[in-house]
């Protein structure tokens, strides 16, 4: 199906005003940014802070982009974050990416491959394509702009939330890119992005929906990560395009953001005195407190992000570059009335334990336990859980791009849909059937203190 833009499309004077980038370009309130070469020819836009949470319970999400949508891998952790961390919303997720796309390509095939599955919400991820490889130019602008605004509204005009998001960044010009006579730089390739993702900005505000800021969030994580790392940190990938694990959590940290979500997991508060404990957040029962041991049956998990903190295909890598743990996963432990100078909080599993130290005073305070234990007693289940996500996901391509593009369903859509369906409803389920109570102890053993051999 064809769509008509004649009420979608932005006017070209509008479009004119996001030439931020550019000599004569009109002065806005702009990103801050490190005074160093490698944000010297940016200068972004200031992108709107996340508002109130947009997700409600049941909702039906779309994960909608190109190739890098495709990767299943920020779609992946989109998913299982939700499945995970906020069960209660009972949310369920397809991704829709396709390798090479523009939004003006959605734009075609959005009735066939996504409306009829009737989302509520969707992110959109485009751009990287749109930008054609090459230095800014004022008409490309313009018609990303106007495909862009005819996904939203048409989105829109069904009923569903959209969360529109920026396209990334680039690291290198990718090998794809055919020479021609007018060589240019990456900077030159972030300039064009940059500018697309400003007009973004703009095109939100217009339509009153949430902006993800995937651009400005991946430049500065992968200037973290070269800065932390060294140079070889590609925060795109290695192609310069394409990212590994910790380009797309950032990525998914970005459109979870924007979705509105505040990351309260729960807290667990413990007095050593009378050993008693409560939990709080929704999601956790506590069962009981004994001799410094208390144990918890869980059904809410933290995001369980492990690998090595240092290489750019690493989920852990991505939450060392923004602020993941902190405004998307906090599951805190806060303990009153501790005796001792230090502790050993040893957190274990039926089958597993996992031991830190800390100060009295830090325990007090409050620790973030899903920060602090790259390993923990959810781990297990937390992978089952984004292994079915994966699995489904997987499908989800194979049934878009070749059952509901091909000769049968030109001649049976319907039947296509309800066998292909059929199909998917079991990996659906695998994803349900994975999300199992977790009982976890955690226990508080007194670091021997030569000064005070008797605290406890």
């Not at 990287?128 to 989105?155: F, G, K, V």
């Amino acid at each position: 199906m064809k769509h008509s833009r004649s009420h979608w499309c932005l006017p070209a004077a509008l479009a004119l005003l996001f030439l931020v980038h550019v000599p004569g370009g009109f002065a806005a309130d702009y990103e801050a940014k490190p005074a160093d070469p490698y944000f010297l020819k940016l200068n972004p836009r200031r992108a709107p802070l996340p508002g109130p949470l947009i997700l409600q319970a049941g909702d039906r999400l779309a994960i909608i982009g190109d190739s890098i949508t495709e990767q299943k891998m920020y779609s992946r952790i989109i998913e299982t974050y939700l499945t995970a961390c906020t069960p209660e919303l009972k949310i369920t997720a397809r991704q829709f990416g396709w390798s090479g796309e523009t939004a003006e390509g959605f734009v075609h095939r959005m009735t066939n491959d996504c409306l009829r599955f009737n989302p509520t919400v969707a992110t959109l991820g485009y751009g990287m394509n749109d930008h054609r490889y090459r230095p800014y130019d004022t008409e490309n602008l313009q018609w990303y702009l106007d495909e862009y605004s005819a996904i939203a509204h048409c989105l829109q005009d069904t009923g569903a939330r959209v969360v529109l998001g920026s396209p990334g960044c680039v690291g290198r010009v990718p090998h794809w890119v055919k020479p021609s006579s007018e060589a240019f730089t990456v900077d030159e390739l972030n300039v064009n992005l940059c500018a697309l993702r400003d007009g973004d900005i703009q095109l939100a505000k217009a339509m009153r929906t949430p902006f993800a800021d995937v651009f400005w969030t991946m430049y500065q994580a992968g200037f973290a990560g070269q800065t932390r790392y060294g140079t070889n940190f590609a925060i795109a990938g290695k192609d310069g395009v394409h990212p590994g694990w910790a380009g797309h959590l950032v990525m998914a940290y970005a459109f979870l953001r924007a979705m509105g979500l505040d990351g309260n997991l729960g807290t667990f508060t413990v007095d050593l005195a009378t050993q008693t404990a409560t939990a709080t957040g929704g999601g956790h029962d506590v069962t009981g407190i004994q001799s410094n041991q208390l144990t918890v049956v869980s059904t809410r998990y933290p995001f369980c992000a492990g690998g090595a903190t240092n290489l750019d295909d690493s989920l852990r890598a991505g939450t060392t570059l923004v602020p993941f743990f902190q405004n998307l996963s906090r599951l805190q432990l806060v303990v009153k009335n501790a005796r001792a100078p230090q502790y050993y909080v040893i957190w274990q599993s039926a089958t597993n334990s996992y031991t830190n130290t800390y100060t009295a005073a830090q325990l007090a305070a409050g620790i973030n336990l899903a920060a602090d234990y790259a390993e923990n007693p959810f781990s297990e289940a937390f992978r089952r859980v984004d292994q079915a996500v994966a699995a489904k996901q997987a499908y989800e391509t194979v049934q878009i791009k070749q059952f509901f593009h091909s000769p049968e369903a030109r001649a049976d859509m319907a039947k296509v849909v309800e066998t292909t369906e059929a199909q998917r409803a079991p990996l659906a389920q695998a994803i349900a059937d994975a999300m199992v109570p977790v009982r976890h102890t955690l226990w508080f053993q007194a670091v021997p203190d030569p000064q005070n051999p008797g605290a406890h």
